[in-house]
């Protein structure tokens, strides 16, 4: 695409919690590494009624409250908010979008962010239309939800698309920011060891677990309607599936990796009403604990009666060539034990183990890539416990770990977004997930949930605190497996 640099970055839910959390520090962190362009302004917009001076204030607040100790310095900090100017908007009033636009010079290149409730998608973007900040200078990035199923999430799209082109719309997917899942490419593809053993031949099951202690926190209202599936397994997940198994890219270029990622999504077996008894298990959460105190239920917490999971277990079959009959077991939850996001792979057992008849087990090799908290890469192996093996040889199960935080322990651990704020600001779309993989994600989710409701399924509760209910346990077992824990 056409190098534009962008003068203005305009947010929309500047006030927000992501924006607090997230954005802004992101935004400070590329300001104190001098990355992004001298003469950047961000613009902040949201319904309530701020001036400038109030919006800098309450991002000197955020940055101190989000900001790791170690990396916060308050003369920055006071230097970045000078970038910072608000304009009040609320998106039915075509007034306000006068106001903006008298704020922004897009010729000199614009790149937006919607992080708004998705029904404001559309009324923005007519309002930029009308107001001409959507020209050829100006890229789009849209914060998820991207709807809630395949229909509403293609109205969004066509809404964007009436603006904005593909290759000036940026949807986010924050895991795509992350380090260790872009450096699963690298691990992939850099190393000629992984490729000639990653498929069905060698590999024996792939698990994906994205586990949180937190709960509903404060978003009840987006979270109610969206559930676990939605939330995280249409996005999250299912991005983390298709670079686990997609085909090499011929380059490391943005069309080519979302081809590739594209593939991936479109193979993912269907589930129907008659295999999604054994491929699916949802839970809610009840009364238990978090963090080691006592936690109260979903429906506690949210204040009425809810049928939403807040965890949900899966088998996933991947039909093609390289991944026939290797079963993808995801699972991913609220209130459980830890906060822990892996990719675990196991490898098939040696064809014949010489140590068998002495009683000792060669186990499956298995692959562990650790996102969080923790960026780590270990392998565990099989060795030969110390000593004069006069009882036998006996073996034991060790990691080579990759030690990625050592190796690299000179480089600041950034947030998911500043790479991705980056690369709208720069114009570089690899990290952003592009309409089709959007819709092959939406598509398999909307067959998952169909199922779900066709074979009249229930939510089944578990403890805070606990693994998910226990017909997720059922769920690995079934097949003679084991979740990693
Ligand atoms: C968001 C979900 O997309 O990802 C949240 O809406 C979830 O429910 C969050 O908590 C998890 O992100 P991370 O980066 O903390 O794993």
């Not at 001298?38 to 940055?63: C, N, P, V, W, Y």
């Not at 100790?69 to 009033?93: I, S, W």
């Not at 090799?365 to 040889?393: C, H, Y």
Request: glycine letters at 6%; a negative charge; aromatic letters at 8%.
């Amino acid at each position: 695409m056409t190098a534009i640099t962008v003068s203005t970055l305009l947010l929309f839910g500047a006030t927000g919690d992501l924006s607090h959390r997230m954005l802004l520090p992101s935004l400070y962190g590329l300001h104190v590494d001098e990355l992004l362009p001298a003469d950047l302004k961000i613009l902040g917009t949201a319904r309530s009624e701020l001036d400038d001076a109030a919006f800098q204030q309450s991002g000197l607040e955020a940055l101190a409250q989000y900001v790791p100790k170690d990396f916060y310095d308050e003369a920055k900090a006071k230097e970045f908010v000078k970038r910072l100017g608000y304009v009040t908007l609320d998106a039915t009033q075509d007034e306000h979008f006068d106001e903006l636009s008298k704020r922004i010079d897009a010729s000199k290149g614009l790149a937006i962010f919607l992080s708004t409730a998705p029904s404001l998608f559309e009324p923005i973007i007519e309002g930029l239309k009308r107001v001409g900040l959507t020209g050829e200078t100006v890229r789009m990035a849209l914060e998820k939800p991207l709807g809630s199923d395949l229909a509403s999430s293609r109205e969004i799209n066509d809404a964007v698309a009436s603006a904005f082109p593909e290759e000036r719309t940026f949807r986010i997917d924050h895991y795509l920011g992350k380090e260790t899942v872009q450096n699963l490419l690298a691990l992939r593809f850099a190393n000629s060891i992984f490729e000639p053993v990653w498929n069905a031949a060698h590999i024996d099951h792939v698990q994906i677990t994205v586990a949180e202690t937190v709960g509903l926190e404060s978003r009840a209202g987006y979270y109610d309607g969206a559930g676990a599936l939605r939330d995280m397994v249409q996005n999250h997940i299912l991005q983390l599936v298709a670079l686990v198994a997609m085909e090499p890219p011929a380059d490391f270029d943005a069309t080519e990796i979302r081809d590739e990622k594209v593939k991936v999504l479109r193979s993912l077996r269907p589930m129907t009403k008659e295999t999604v008894g054994k491929s699916l298990v949802l839970g809610q959460y009840g009364k238990g604990m978090a963090d080691g105190e006592k936690a109260a239920s979903y429906v506690e917490e949210l204040g009425k009666p809810s049928s939403t999971e807040t965890f949900a277990a899966l088998k996933l079959n991947i039909d093609n060539w390289r991944w026939a009959d290797v079963p993808f077991y995801i699972r991913t939850g609220k209130r459980l034990p830890e906060r822990t996001t892996e990719i675990y792979i196991q490898f098939k057992c040696v064809p014949h183990s010489m140590f068998a008849k002495m009683g000792a087990v060669a186990k499956p090799n298995k692959l562990l890539i650790s996102i969080q908290p923790d960026e780590t890469i270990s392998m565990m192996v099989m060795a030969k416990t110390p000593g004069l093996d006069r009882d036998g040889i006996r073996l034991r199960e060790v990691p080579l770990d990759l030690g990625l935080a050592n190796a690299f322990a000179d480089t600041r651990k950034r947030i998911a977004y500043e790479r991705l704020l980056l690369d709208l600001i720069e114009g570089r779309q690899m990290l952003f997930v592009r309409r089709d993989e959007v819709e092959a994600q939406w598509t398999w989710v909307d067959g998952v949930r169909a199922a779900f409701n066709a074979a009249a399924m229930d939510v089944a509760t578990y403890a805070a605190g606990t693994w998910g209910p226990s017909a997720s346990i059922a769920l690995t077992e079934r097949d003679g497996r084991q979740w990693h824990d």
